[in-house]
């Protein structure tokens, strides 16, 4: 594998479901990063993990819950989920956020998420 | 604050035609830095360049070239001789320096027809 890599790429779930989002990057970055892409809606940053510490979290819902346990890897945990947050759920990774030159985020395929 | 914006929603053009997209930004800092992505059907967003600040040379690469001015906050990017595999939504962000995020505009939608 290669780049970043997102599963499951498709994931249908109801409101009281319990689901999580994976990724994995094979670049040896240490920035991790959540997007969200809703139609008609620019991408929103969602969460930044920078060695493995969350660093940022733009006002997120408690319903989703990120996990970095490692610098290759970064989960979602979405429980209770709303069917507004259906939407296209990106990652990205960078070799270091904050860093000159450094800041280009490549990104995985994303996860397109359906909550009925 | 950062902001990007990209005012064009949606450009359809015929193949063979040139297009620019625009892009334009606003950040307090002095040290920032500016990107172009590329999202096909598929989802993935492909990079396609990268600008500081302090660079204001005007790039070219195949079909491809951008514009930095900033003196109006703009990195406008051009397609020569545009075909249909350039469909896709183009992004233009923005990255200060001492930031831990990267802010995007809305995106413009580029369909090239046969």
């Known amino acids: 594998e290669t780049g970043v890599t997102q599963t499951p790429r498709h994931l249908v779930m109801g409101m009281t479901n319990k689901k999580s989002l994976k990724c994995e990057q094979h670049l040896g970055h240490n920035a991790m990063y959540w997007y969200k892409q809703s139609a008609k809606k620019p991408l929103e940053l969602m969460f930044v993990y920078n060695f493995k510490e969350q660093t940022e979290n733009n006002s997120v819902p408690s319903r989703f819950s990120p996990e970095c346990p490692n610098s290759s890897h970064l989960f979602l945990h979405l429980h209770t989920l709303q069917p507004e947050d259906s939407a296209l759920y990106l990652c990205?990774?960078?070799?270091?956020?904050?860093?000159?030159?450094?800041?280009?985020?490549?990104f995985g395929p994303g996860t397109r998420l359906t909550v009925l | 604050a950062q902001k990007v914006t990209q005012a064009q929603t949606e450009i359809s053009v015929v193949e063979k035609e040139d297009v620019t997209l625009d892009c334009v930004y606003e950040t307090r800092d002095t040290t920032y830095y500016l990107f172009w992505y590329k999202q096909p059907p598929s989802g993935e967003l492909v990079f396609l360049i990268r600008?500081?600040?302090?660079?204001?040379q005007n790039e070219i690469s195949g079909r491809y070239s951008w514009n930095f001015q900033k003196s109006t906050s703009s990195f406008n990017f051009t397609i020569t001789a545009s075909q249909v595999v350039d469909s896709a939504v183009y992004f233009c962000?923005?990255?200060?320096?001492?930031?831990?995020?990267?802010?995007f505009g809305a995106g413009t939608r580029l369909t090239v027809k046969p």
């Open positions: 600008r500081n600040s302090f660079d204001e």
């Open positions: 962000a923005l990255s200060e320096a001492r930031a831990n995020d990267m802010r």
């Open positions: 990205a990774s960078s070799q270091g956020p904050g860093l000159a030159g450094l800041n280009e985020q490549f």
